[in-house]
């Protein structure tokens, strides 16, 4: 028995036993508990790091110093082990202790804050559908059969690129390497490659086509036809895995939270919801009017609701499908989009104007004028910038 007393203090000295307090060694490493931060401009976070020794123990009482490499355009600051986001865009943090360094990527998301004039890029052939990768803009030309790439820094054109008849909708994978585009009258869906600026693939629809969008993964798309259907995608392999029968007239098309669920909205009214997963109808929810883009609230307890015939958003329950609030507008509404930090709504109005709403409070920040004929809205990954069609012969960017 006195041999077992004895060997416990041996233990907690290199092993932790007996639960007393370690001894703890010299810093060997340090480890990060995710692959990448993400911050919101103006949020605070923990920064995750663990210091640890050579038997991966917690090194406790260690302060490592932190810097920021802002390469990539975003940026923060640091007050103790709290990490602040300042600027949108990439950054890396760096933390230091002695000879052990470690990194971590950083992605801070904003929101474009008006502060500068809008900058006006005029094209012609009425611009209609916008999606927007890292570095550039897509926008479809509804009479010429063309999307422009535009440059975002610099903003100007790169090139046009032929599509169909009637490019209407667009959207873009987050790697930023294919873009979707329904060209409407023929009736198809154009998969367009932008390493090579080029539409690669066509995939034949039965009627009109109106709207596309990828999943978060890139690997299934989404695709409208007028006559009630949702068309799911391989977007590699250029074909159709599945039909979807939904509202007629399909027009703005959203996923909920984590692609669970796709919501479908129809220009003669009704939502439809998809379980995204498996291709299955879930419901219809009845709402009247000329339904156009859908949002996903922040909290996903709601969908904001843009439609032609009410100066107003609807706030519609995702339990329910009823409307259970709306937020007052100077004119109906077209366009609809949630900034990348999630904390505004921009809404589009072909009479001119821009509004932009705080998400959380539901109330009207300010109202751009920009003249034209404002159509759809898209941001940039991380915010910094919007870019807005105007069908009269413009693309707006907003900063």
């Not at 890396?92 to 890029?121: D, E, I, K, M």
């Not at 109106?210 to 259907?229: C, H, K, N």
Request: glycine letters at 10%.
């Amino acid at each position: 028995m006195s041999l077992v007393r004895k060997a416990c203090p041996a233990l907690v000295l290199f092993l932790g036993a007996c639960g007393n307090a370690v001894e703890q060694g010299t810093p060997s490493s340090m480890r990060f508990a995710v692959d990448t931060l993400r911050l919101n401009v103006g949020d605070a976070q923990s920064i995750p790091l663990s210091v640890l020794d050579a038997q991966n123990h917690d090194v406790a009482g260690a302060t490592p110093t932190f810097t920021v490499d802002t390469t990539g355009g975003g940026d923060l600051t640091i007050n103790g082990r709290q990490a602040t986001g300042t600027l949108p865009g990439e950054a890396t943090l760096v933390a230091t202790l002695g000879s052990v360094v470690s990194r971590l990527p950083v992605h801070v998301f904003g929101h474009p804050n008006g502060s500068a004039p809008p900058q006006r890029l005029a094209l012609d052939f009425r611009p209609y559908g916008v999606a927007v990768t890292q570095s550039s803009a897509l926008v479809t030309q509804l009479d010429a059969g063309t999307v422009t790439r535009i440059s975002l820094a610099p903003f100007k054109i790169v090139t046009a690129i032929p599509t169909g008849s009637v490019p209407t909708g667009i959207s873009v994978n987050r790697a930023g390497t294919l873009a979707l585009v329904t060209n409407q009258f023929d009736p198809s869906i154009g998969v367009i490659d932008l390493s090579s600026n080029q539409q690669v693939r066509r995939i034949n629809g039965t009627s009109s086509t109106f709207r596309t969008i990828f999943s978060s993964d890139g690997s299934r798309g989404y695709a409208t036809l007028a006559e009630g259907a949702t068309l799911v995608i391989d977007p590699v392999g250029g074909i159709t895995t599945a039909r979807i029968p939904v509202v007629t007239a399909p027009n703005g098309i959203a996923f909920g939270a984590g692609d669970s669920l796709l919501y479908v909205t129809g220009m003669f009214g009704g939502i439809s919801v998809l379980n995204a997963k498996t291709g299955a109808p879930v419901t219809t929810f009845q709402i009247s009017g000329t339904l156009q883009d859908i949002v996903p609230t922040p909290d996903g307890t709601a969908l904001f609701l843009a439609s032609e015939s009410n100066p107003a958003i609807a706030v519609v329950s995702t339990s329910s499908g009823t409307v259970t609030g709306t937020i007052s507008l100077v004119a109906p509404a077209f366009g609809l989009a949630l900034t990348p930090d999630r904390k505004q709504l921009w809404v589009t109005h072909t009479s001119g104007t821009v509004t932009v709403i705080d998400a959380a409070t539901r109330t009207v920040l300010r109202t751009i004028s920009l003249g034209g004929r404002p159509r759809r809205v898209a941001f940039d990954r991380f915010g910094r910038v919007a870019i807005v069609s105007d069908e009269m012969g413009s693309v707006v960017m907003i900063r």
